[in-house]
């Protein structure tokens, strides 16, 4: 009886936000924040799922879900089937717009494709558990799906030993930017992209997302301002900034590009002692959120992170839209323990939720167990049993 366990890490902005949308470079990496999902077969011909972070526990048998017969281009992604989609909608029956349903249709458009007759002959349970929080901008619905379709694409025997690496890589990549656009609609391709991949990457609209060459994995204390972030609202407000001064607002957006650019050239060169770098990339951190202010995206409690964070000597900058939500405050290799504890102490004593955690890690992985394990053991484990000592395979 096939099991396995998949990873999947989310994905933070370091660079770029909002100036991307005006064609410049932005730059973002894998969060330390992880989804893990537990696949295995049945012999019910059930597919039993089980979803506790967005409420969702549902059964259907195989036959209640149509299946695709093979297409041009198999196993890589057809185009988006439309009406399939009215038809899972149909199926799954828990509205169109909340996260419960997105999720399930998500799984079960791939589940359409992917499914072999003998995984059709058998069913499957199919579990996930997230450390990311949901609508926080950190790639969480991304990461859901980079871990369905590592599970899928596995337990269907579509990763098989004989493709390499890379190949693998970019089957997971590609199934599960259908599954995003299933949740989304238009997405970038960039949350799945960083979530396969890991690492940092740099994107500019329109063009190939490429890896950040020569990154190293960072510390940083992530804080969520528990305010709601409005991302279109942000958005909308740079554009009426821009078009009332363009001859202001587009050196910034140039200034905020050449951020990108900086960080790519900090970590290409050779021989900079890590501690130089990291001082250096807490200036760009600095410098960008700055700029991002002055862009007005930021907000009351984002600069209250950076008024208590600098005090101790860090630098902290908002991360995705702004106008609340999350802020990332870098932790220098020279900083202590203490230190930290203090800031975060502080921070909680503002109502923020704080994680330490890091960026630039790998990205989708499996674990192949050793036998069958119960949904009820799965997640009742905690982060730490799924991160020491386990022989997590990645697409590298």
Same mark, same amino acid.
């Given at each position: 009886m096939p099991s396995y366990f998949t990873s999947s890490p989310g994905k933070?902005? @370091?660079? #770029?936000?909002?100036?991307?949308?005006?064609?410049?470079? $932005?730059? $973002?990496?894998? +969060?330390?924040?992880?989804?893990?999902?537990?696949?295995?077969?049945r012999a019910d011909k059930a597919i039993e799922v089980?979803?506790?972070?967005? %409420?969702?526990?549902?059964?259907?048998?195989?036959?209640?879900?149509?299946?695709?017969?093979?297409?041009?281009?198999y196993p890589y992604p057809p185009p988006m089937n439309a009406a399939l989609l009215?038809?899972? $909608?149909?199926?799954?029956?828990?509205?169109? %717009?909340?996260?419960?349903?997105? $999720?399930?249709?998500?799984?079960?458009?791939?589940?359409?494709?992917?499914?072999?007759?003998?995984i059709a002959d058998q069913g499957y349970d199919f579990s996930v558990r997230s450390n990311l929080p949901v609508g926080a901008g950190l790639g969480s619905s991304a990461s859901y799906c980079?871990?369905?379709a590592t599970a899928l694409l596995k337990l269907n025997g579509h990763l098989a030993t004989g493709l390499d690496a890379i190949t693998q890589r970019d089957l997971v990549n590609q199934w599960s930017f259908q599954a995003e656009k299933v949740i989304h609609g238009n997405p970038s391709g960039i949350d799945n992209t960083v979530s396969t991949f890991g690492g940092a990457v740099m994107f500019k609209k329109g063009e190939?997302?490429?890896? +950040?060459? #020569?990154? %190293?994995?960072?510390?940083?204390?992530?804080?969520n301002t528990r305010v709601p972030r409005e991302t279109l609202v942000q958005v909308a407000n740079v554009r009426k900034l821009w078009?009332?001064?363009?001859s202001v607002v587009n050196p910034m957006l140039d200034a905020i590009n050449e951020i990108s650019a900086s960080c790519k050239d900090l970590f290409?060169?050779?021989? @900079?002692?890590?501690a130089h770098l990291l001082t250096q990339f807490g200036e760009l951190v600095d410098v960008n959120h700055g700029l991002l202010a002055a862009l007005g995206v930021s907000h009351p409690s984002l600069e209250k992170v950076r008024e208590i964070s600098s005090k101790l000597g860090l630098k902290s900058k908002l991360t995705g839209a702004g106008g609340g939500g999350c802020a990332l405050t870098?932790?220098?290799?020279?900083?202590?323990?203490?230190t930290v504890a203090v800031v975060k102490q502080l921070l909680e004593a503002e109502g923020f939720h704080c994680m330490e955690t890091s960026v630039g890690g790998p990205g989708a992985g499996f674990l192949t167990l050793a036998g069958p394990t119960s949904v009820k053991e799965f997640l009742s484990h905690e982060k730490a049993y799924f991160e020491q000592g386990l022989d997590w395979k990645y697409f590298v």
């Open positions: 933070v902005i @370091l660079f #770029g936000e909002h100036a991307v949308v005006y064609g410049k470079v $932005a730059t $973002a990496g894998s +969060l330390g924040l992880r989804s893990y999902s537990l696949v295995q077969t089980s979803l506790p972070d967005v %409420q969702l526990t549902r059964a259907w048998t195989m036959d209640d879900i149509p299946r695709q017969p093979k297409w041009e281009g009215e038809q899972l $909608a149909k199926i799954v029956n828990l509205g169109t %717009q909340t996260n419960r349903s997105q $999720a399930a249709i998500a799984l079960l458009y791939l589940h359409s494709y992917l499914t072999t007759d003998e980079v871990c369905v190939k997302i490429e890896s +950040l060459p #020569g990154f %190293q994995s960072l510390r940083f204390l992530l804080t078009e009332k001064f363009p290409s060169q050779q021989g @900079l002692d890590r870098l932790i220098r290799d020279d900083v202590s323990a203490e």
